[in-house]
């Protein structure tokens, strides 16, 4: 089994290409089910998840094929001969649910294992459903699957959230595009995926507005066409390298990163001591004065701080001056990788939702374990600011969502190897 070995010290000077987003990219492609024209997909990122999604749809009868050494997507569901999502892959990846709403929308009708809890949380689908329900779809939950039905097709309706939910806000705007008449999502998520989503549908035809604010209003059409999306930047991968010169030294240049992706998290950044200017190419990220101070993190819904940033906030805040409060509002669980930070040294106490980051002078390598994907990266970057060597266990955990990371890293000095382990 691979791990990823990092030697500390060495200061990051350079520029890092940041891929198209993962979890964009997760949500574009089911979006294919909803036409039986081609819907191809570009600046897509190479990562294990991608290929999961690649899978899942082509189990269900899609075309898809990769080209440009994974960056280019083809994907045609002009022959769904199957509408059975199943166990095996589903449980792999939760954003397999996905599928669900354009299916249902298209054939009429779907049935898709349930994902299961998951190492952050339990994270059930069961605003998916509601939402669903709410276009009129019959559902019925039997052997761990759901089975949904809408004979006539779906109708336009009101969703309301009780809660923000991305995927769920993901699931039901597909869904919409093509029932008849109009949805109102209110209570939306807001995120750039959720824009990047409309933008698509947009290009293959569909009619929706408010995307990027809390209530978004589909018209349904009768059918969708062809189209060609650029798959927009990752904001998870781009906040992740952008603390790496932050905790490390030095300064680097993120090549396509754009500061409305992560302004909540930029405003910590300055307050903790780091300085982030916009270039022509993306944005410039270093130290200012001496030695980063502590800040406290709430994690929200999109525009607030995203939860998929904070356990590398965690990481920075493990060697800042001062004690900082980190509050994870999102997911249940999701401090695994405290324990893990503390066998570097770091002083962390979790009680519930918030860990108090005491931070020390300096954190020292070890071998550590990867519980999940943000998880294993917080551990990567804490090593590239530790004394001696990281070796960072499981990282197929790191695999789903970033791509090329020891290439990306060591072209701007820092030493960091994938290694095999037994
Ligand atoms: C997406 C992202 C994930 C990110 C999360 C929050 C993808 C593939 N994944 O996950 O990286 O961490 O947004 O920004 O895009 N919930 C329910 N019932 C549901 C759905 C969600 O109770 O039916 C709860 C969840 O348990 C969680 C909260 O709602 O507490 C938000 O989750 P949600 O926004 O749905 O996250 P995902 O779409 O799964």
């Known amino acids: 089994m691979d791990s990823i070995l990092v030697k500390g010290g060495a200061a990051l000077n350079g520029q890092i290409a940041i891929a198209g987003a993962k979890n964009a990219c997760l949500t574009l492609m089911p979006a294919t089910l909803l036409s039986e024209e081609p819907l191809t997909l570009t600046n897509a ?32 569901s002009h022959d769904i001969h199957n509408h059975t999502a199943d166990y095996d892959i589903v449980r792999k990846m ?57 004979p006539g097709g779906l109708k336009g309706g009101t969703v309301d959230f009780p809660i923000v939910s991305v995927g769920a806000t993901e699931n039901v705007l597909m869904a919409a595009t093509l029932a008849k008449g109009t949805t109102v999502i209110k209570n939306a998520a807001r995120e750039p995926e959720i824009v990047d989503l409309a933008d698509c549908l947009r290009r293959m ?41 932050a905790i490390a030294g030095g300064e680097v240049e993120l090549l396509g990163g754009r500061i409305d992706l992560v302004e909540a998290f930029c405003e910590k950044l300055d307050a903790a001591g780091v300085s982030v200017t916009e270039t022509e190419k993306g944005l410039k990220v270093s130290r200012k004065n001496g030695r980063i101070g502590a800040v406290d993190v709430v994690t929200e819904p999109f525009p607030g701080f995203p939860t ?25 669980n999701r401090f695994m990788h405290a324990p893990e930070l503390m066998r570097m040294g770091a002083r962390i106490d979790v009680h519930g939702g918030t860990a108090t980051v005491h931070g020390v002078e300096k954190l020292r390598g070890a071998k550590v374990m990867a519980t999940d994907l943000r998880a294993s990266v917080s551990l990567i970057l804490a090593g590239l600011a530790a004394e001696g060597e990281t070796l960072v266990g499981r990282v197929y955990h790191l695999d789903r969502g970033y791509e090329r990371l020891e290439a990306k890293l060591s072209a701007c000095g820092a030493q960091v190897e994938r290694v095999s382990t037994k």
């Open 45 to 76: 990122p190479r990562l294990s998840d991608i290929k999961t999604m690649t899978t899942l749809l082509q189990s269900l009868g899609a075309e898809a094929c990769s080209m440009q050494d994974g960056q280019v997507l083809a994907l045609s």
């Open 94 to 150: 939760r954003a397999s649910i996905l599928v669900l709403g354009p299916m249902l929308a298209r054939d009429g009708h779907a049935v898709v294992s349930l994902p299961g809890g998951c190492a952050i949380g339990a994270r059930p689908v069961d605003l998916h459903l509601q939402a669903l329900e709410a276009l009129g779809a019959d559902l019925d939950l039997r052997d761990g699957y759901v089975h949904a039905k809408a």
């Open 205 to 245: 035809g569909a009619q929706i507005e408010g995307d990027g604010t809390d209530t978004i209003t589909v018209q349904g059409v009768d059918r969708l066409g062809a189209a060609t999306h650029p798959v927009v930047a990752d904001r998870i991968e781009l906040g992740t390298y952008m603390l790496a010169p």
């Open 308 to 332: 998929d940033l904070q356990a590398q906030m965690m990481a920075l805040m493990c060697t800042a001056e001062g004690t900082s409060v980190l509050e994870e509002r999102i997911f249940e």
